[in-house]
């Protein structure tokens, strides 16, 4: 537990420092990095995200997940390794940064630019990465 803890919470901030500084340094114009990446502010605009409830259902959902997974880690079949551990706090963590997202925008913020993928933010990186390493380890 103390790595999924650990994990989450890591990229959890992280993933607030990145948005803040995204928004700071890059609204209304791009940094290119090199040929194949730049970062570029991109609100992920949704009317969901707007409606009055959006951020309370996606809370619910957010929750019913992680009490999902505790149940499976703690039946002794899924979920056993540090790895898988891991894996499910980048997941918990990078989602529960764009939930804060929500909650304080009605938007999610995004600025990776790979100029061949749609823009994104650590937050998605961590709930990829994270659910492939859960699932994998």
């Known amino acids: 537990m103390l790595f999924a803890l650990a994990s989450g919470g890591s990229v959890f901030l992280l993933d607030r420092w990145s948005k803040q500084a995204a928004r700071l ?14 970062l ?20 619910l959902i957010w929750l019913a997940s ?7 880690r703690n039946s002794g079949s899924w ?3 540090q790895f898988a551990q891991i894996g499910l ?9 764009n ?6 925008y009605h ?7 790979l100029r061949w ?3 994104f933010n650590l937050a998605d990186l961590g709930i990829v990465a994270g659910l492939l390493l859960a699932f994998l380890a």
């Open 25 to 38: 340094n890059v609204t209304g114009r791009f940094l290119s990095c090199g040929p194949f990446l730049r």
């Open 40 to 59: 570029r502010y991109v609100p992920h605009l949704r009317p969901f995200y707007k409606r009055a409830n959006a951020g309370a259902a996606l809370l």
């Open 66 to 72: 992680l009490g999902c997974a505790f149940v499976l």
């Open 79 to 81: 979920f056993q390794s």
């Open 89 to 97: 706090g980048l997941a918990f963590g990078g989602a529960a940064g």
């Open 99 to 104: 939930l804060l997202d929500v909650f304080r």
């Open 107 to 113: 938007y999610i913020v995004n600025f990776v630019d």
């Open 117 to 119: 993928w749609p823009v």
